[in-house]
């Protein structure tokens, strides 16, 4: 693989050394000349390659039964498209995270992928070292995506928030966010990665990582998508 620099949707380097153990990684593409050379490079990387999948049907039922950190995601999948694959399992599986690795740098398919859960975006013209990188970062949380592609995400997080929310005649009372969450919030909102935020707030990265994890639970939402239309529909980015 050969490429460009990958860029943080944050433009940040980080998520390394979130965890003591290996990184779970499964990787689905039906392809399987180029789906068993990822898996090969992400083992010799370090990585715990749990299993490999060639169709949708087949990445669903795998991913359920090992559970892997991140799911290393092509879109064009024969039997259920990698969107709604990614949609399946980040909707019953809150805590997996997706990168999409994909031949396409179209900006429908980033959007359609963002939108149903992908944490990252990167095509498959990415070095060994890119992958890998943006799997660490993807196993923790952040946002990684090809050059070019960042600003477009950021965007849509606006246009989406813009757009008026459905009116629920019996919407619960907001739940109640610390100091501590709300100042973390608007951080994210801003496009801050979770490394820049420790920094910025003098706490550790899993501090943040724990943050975030219960606001989403407070405001029962699923991924940073969600998180970050709630805090620019807020406003908090501008504060």
Same mark, same amino acid.
């Given at each position: 693989?050969?490429?460009?620099?990958?860029?943080?949707?944050?433009?940040?380097?980080?998520?390394?050394?979130a965890t003591q153990r290996a990184i779970r990684v499964m990787v689905v593409d039906d392809h399987p000349m180029w789906r068993d050379a990822v898996a090969r490079d992400l083992a010799e990387s370090g990585f715990d390659v749990v299993a490999t999948a060639g169709d949708g049907p087949q990445?669903?039922?795998?991913?359920?039964?090992?559970?892997?950190?991140?799911? %290393? $995601?092509? &879109?064009?999948?024969? /039997?259920?498209?990698?969107? +709604?694959?990614?949609?399946? @399992? #980040?909707? !019953? *599986?809150?805590?997996?995270?997706?990168?999409?690795?994909?031949?396409?740098?179209?900006?429908?398919?980033?959007?359609?992928?963002?939108?149903?859960?992908?944490?990252?975006?990167?095509?498959?013209?990415?070095?060994?070292?890119?992958?890998?990188?943006?799997?660490?970062?993807?196993?923790?949380?952040?946002?990684?995506?090809?050059?070019?592609?960042?600003?477009?995400?950021?965007?849509?997080?606006?246009?989406?928030?813009?757009?008026?929310?459905?009116?629920?005649?019996?919407?619960?009372?907001?739940?109640?966010?610390?100091?501590?969450?709300?100042? %973390? $919030?608007? &951080?994210?909102?801003? /496009?801050?990665?979770?490394? +820049?935020?420790?920094?910025? @707030? #003098?706490? !550790? *990265?899993?501090?943040?990582?724990?943050?975030?994890?219960?606001?989403?639970?407070?405001?029962?939402?699923?991924?940073?998508?969600?998180?970050?239309?709630?805090?620019?529909?807020?406003?908090?980015?501008?504060?």
């Amino acid at each position: 693989m050969n490429a460009d620099n990958v860029t943080k949707a944050t433009g940040a380097t980080g998520g390394q050394g979130a965890t003591q153990r290996a990184i779970r990684v499964m990787v689905v593409d039906d392809h399987p000349m180029w789906r068993d050379a990822v898996a090969r490079d992400l083992a010799e990387s370090g990585f715990d390659v749990v299993a490999t999948a060639g169709d949708g049907p087949q990445a669903v039922r795998r991913a359920r039964a090992v559970t892997p950190d991140v799911l %290393v $995601l092509d &879109l064009n999948l024969p /039997g259920m498209p990698g969107v +709604q694959v990614c949609k399946e @399992l #980040v909707g !019953s *599986h809150p805590g997996l995270r997706v990168l999409v690795l994909s031949a396409s740098g179209e900006h429908a398919d980033v959007l359609e992928a963002v939108k149903s859960g992908a944490t990252g975006y990167l095509l498959k013209s990415a070095s060994t070292q890119e992958l890998t990188e943006a799997v660490r970062s993807t196993a923790v949380g952040d946002p990684v995506f090809t050059p070019g592609l960042a600003g477009l995400v950021l965007g849509e997080y606006r246009r989406l928030a813009s757009e008026p929310a459905p009116v629920a005649s019996d919407e619960p009372k907001a739940p109640q966010l610390t100091d501590r969450e709300t100042e %973390v $919030l608007r &951080l994210v909102a801003k /496009g801050l990665s979770y490394k +820049q935020i420790a920094e910025r @707030l #003098v706490i !550790s *990265h899993r501090t943040v990582q724990n943050h975030v994890q219960n606001t989403l639970g407070k405001l029962q939402l699923h991924n940073r998508v969600e998180l970050v239309r709630y805090a620019i529909e807020r406003g908090l980015d501008d504060v």
